[in-house]
């Protein structure tokens, strides 16, 4: 009975030089805590799709990281959240998007998966919905940082003196969090959340809610993408590792190797996944300075990285 976990808190990280050691030292504890709580439903013989909640819920309720509490505001100065989820035993879905006070998206996108006839819900119906399901709700105080609040504030900057949206800084670019799991009973799912990409517009959809592109599970191997959305839709990222994996015979890590550092980097999106297969396999690749991340593979080797050499 093989059991794996495996996550990501974002990829695009502060350059080495520019993060302190208590910074890192914060990141790193917000990524051990966020692996224990997954492994832990593992360990207890419970499903990979209550381990990846549990997971994304530690992560979305850490402020540090670009989901739920902690989430980047849009060129509004709003927050507008999305998140999925992927059963990959059942090939079933559910996402949500333009959340503004659902303190877990990620739950609420479990909520439009098992109790709607829908695979994704957006905006204030979506919040309707959470709030009959009995989700948490919270005001927007809850979700602000200060840190992001700031990010927005250069961002504007930037774009006003006709910088590029494509050439937005590193560590201001990327954020999203996900995890991938294999339970012992052979099953995977996938999730992910995100505030999407600082001063996106008002009412833009990353590739995190749409299923195949930055969420992705089936029978053999589940995939949490963090990066540029766009090029992650553009690719059905996702999607696109396991075709590969099925119907070419690669390994996971051949697979996510051709996409992200393939694929992806020729297109021009930067970004990394983490990825599990059915026999607990773990990869973790990324094409750009960095990707929050940890896992737990299936012979319980154990890795919490921040950098390319981490
Ligand atoms: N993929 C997310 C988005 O485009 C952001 C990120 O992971 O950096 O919304």
């Not at 479990?110 to 009995?134: D, I, K, Q």
Request: proline content about 3%.
């Amino acid at each position: 009975m093989t059991i794996a976990l495996a996550l990501h808190g974002g990829a695009g990280t502060l350059r080495r030089q520019d993060m302190s050691v208590e910074q890192e030292r914060e990141y790193r504890v917000g990524l051990e805590r966020a692996l224990e709580a997954g492994h832990a439903v593992l360990r207890g013989g419970g499903s990979a799709l209550d381990a990846v909640c549990a997971c994304v819920c530690a992560l979305e309720d850490d402020p540090l990281f670009n989901a739920g509490r902690g989430s980047v505001y849009n060129l509004d100065g709003k927050q507008e959240m999305e998140a999925a989820v992927m059963d990959g035993s059942r090939q079933d879905a559910g996402s949500a998007v333009g959340l503004a006070c659902v303190q877990n998206p990620v739950l609420l996108a479990r909520a439009v998966m098992e109790g709607t006839p829908h695979v994704t819900l957006g905006y204030a119906a979506a919040e309707n919905f959470a709030r009959s399901s009995g989700l948490a709700m919270q005001p927007p105080e809850y979700f602000h940082t200060d840190k992001r609040w700031q990010a927005l504030i250069l961002e504007k900057e930037r774009l006003a003196m006709g910088g590029a949206e494509e050439d937005i800084p590193e560590d201001r670019k990327h954020g999203t969090v996900g995890a991938v799991a294999l339970d012992a009973q052979g099953r995977l799912a996938a999730a992910t959340s995100t505030g999407g990409r600082t001063a996106k517009w008002p009412g833009r959809i990353g590739d995190t809610p749409v299923i195949g592109a930055g969420t992705w599970a089936d029978a053999h191997c589940a995939v949490s993408a963090t990066g540029h959305g766009e090029y992650f839709v553009r690719a059905a990222a996702g999607h696109e590792i396991s075709a590969r994996v099925r119907y070419l015979g690669e390994t996971l890590e051949q697979a996510c190797d051709a996409v992200v550092r393939g694929q992806l980097l020729t297109m021009g999106g930067t970004g990394g996944v983490a990825a599990v297969d059915r026999h607990g396999r773990v990869a973790l690749p990324f094409n750009c300075e960095g990707m929050y991340r940890a896992a737990i593979d299936g012979e319980g080797r154990r890795l919490v990285a921040i950098y390319a050499d981490d």
